[in-house]
Structures are given as C-alpha cells and as structure tokens.
C-alpha cells in the first residue's frame, strides 16, 4: 500500500528561505510571488496567508541576508570599527548580488536595516564625533556602508591581439594621455582591477578623511559655501 508523500508545512521563513534562493540562482526579478510559488509547489495566493505583498518579501529576503553581517566585538576605534562592518557586509552581500539592487529600491528601512545605519553612527558617537559629522560621514559613505558602490568608469575597449592593442594605445594617447598612461603605466596594467582592493582603497579614503576632520575640531561652517544659509542647504 503506497503513501502520499508528505507536505513540508509553509509558514514565513521558508518562503522568505526560498524566495533568497531563488534570487541567488536567477536574480531579483525571478523572486515574483508567482516565482516563488512556482518553486514551492503550490499556488501564488498560498504565500498570501503569510506574505502580503512582493515589496514585504524583498524586505524579509532583505533582513535575513543582513542578519548574516556579524557585530564588531572587540572594542577598537571607531574608524576600525565602523570599517569591519562595512567589509564584513561586503562579504555577505556579494554571496547574494541580487541584494544591491533591493537596497536601493527600498523607500522604507526596516528594523534590521535601521539596526545596521544605528551601529555605524554609534561606533563614531562613541568615540565623539558630532552629530554634524556623523550625518555627513553617513552621506559620505552612502552605498558604500552596504559594502558596495556603483563606480562609473567607462573606459574604451582595449584589443587583445598586442599588435592590435599597441596600436589603438597609441592613437589614443594622441587625445587622451592622461588616460594612456594611468593603463599602461599602473601596478596593475593590463590586468583586471581588483574590486576588492578599490573599494577598501576608497573606503580608507573616506574614513581617514571623517577621522582628520573630527580630530581638527571640524565645525559645518567650515565646509559650507560661503554665503549659503545653512537653514536652505538640503540635508
């Protein structure tokens, strides 16, 4: 006498478990409630009963991704502090490339995205940065506090036959001599960046940079175009 096999129960966490899957296999657009129904094995209007909508699934897919980024447990300055966990993030992000675009397509944060911005500005809070800073360390970081960053860079194509490339080089350089010699003459020439080191070159940059102003006493008048009222500029 056979059995039917039996059903996994549904609730919340494997649907949310399901719909990250599918967005690391096939990317966010595939992670549709008709998707991840589909995956699942049972009817779009089943997730219902425990999603209520696609904009809450990416948010929960969202969350459990970021829970993943581990706390700074040592108790070092700020700048080290605040750098483990943008690369710590880095690290879990880039296991689900989907997550970039959610980020940035989200108009509400959610409790555990709030959590993660409330880490960063703590570590610089309690190593006495002002308030002011903070605010424009934050925007100073902006995607890169998520462990990425959108470079735009474009470059023209280079041939790979060396003839060919030696020729295109040199017509170039004609016009643009600065560009030629920053891709022939660099460390890394005619190899491919390592995104890794860019992006924690960059992200030094920006700390060091927050950290020098706040040990010169930086003030917000001290940036501000001269002759702007500080009540009009944007936050």
Request: glycine share 4%.
């Amino acid at each position: 006498m056979s059995s039917s096999p039996v059903r996994r129960r549904l609730d919340r966490s494997r649907v949310v478990r399901t719909a990250v899957e599918l967005a690391d296999e096939e990317g966010l657009a595939a992670a549709s409630m008709r998707g991840v129904a589909e995956r699942l094995g049972v009817t779009p209007m089943a997730l219902y009963k425990h999603i209520a909508s696609r904009s809450q699934l990416i948010d929960e897919m969202l969350d459990q991704v970021l829970d993943q980024i581990p706390s700074a447990t040592h108790p070092i300055g700020w700048s080290e502090t605040v750098r483990a966990r943008i690369l710590a993030a880095r690290h879990v992000l880039l296991a689900h490339p989907w997550a970039r675009d959610a980020i940035e397509s989200r108009e509400l944060a959610t409790p555990t995205v709030l959590a993660y911005l409330d880490s960063l500005m703590a570590a610089m809070f309690d190593d006495g940065l002002s308030a002011d800073l903070v605010h424009h360390a934050m925007h100073a970081l902006s995607t890169r506090m998520w462990g990425f960053t959108r470079d735009v860079l474009p470059t023209p194509r280079v041939p790979e036959s060396p003839e060919e490339r030696a020729r295109v080089m040199s017509d170039l350089a004609m016009s643009y001599p600065a560009i030629v010699r920053m891709a022939t003459t660099a460390s890394h020439a005619g190899a491919a960046c390592d995104d890794d080191a860019e992006f924690a070159f960059a992200l030094d940059l920006i700390l060091d940079g927050i950290n020098r102003l706040h040990e010169s006493g930086w003030h917000p008048s001290d940036t501000r175009p001269e002759g702007t009222p500080l009540a009009t500029r944007s936050t």
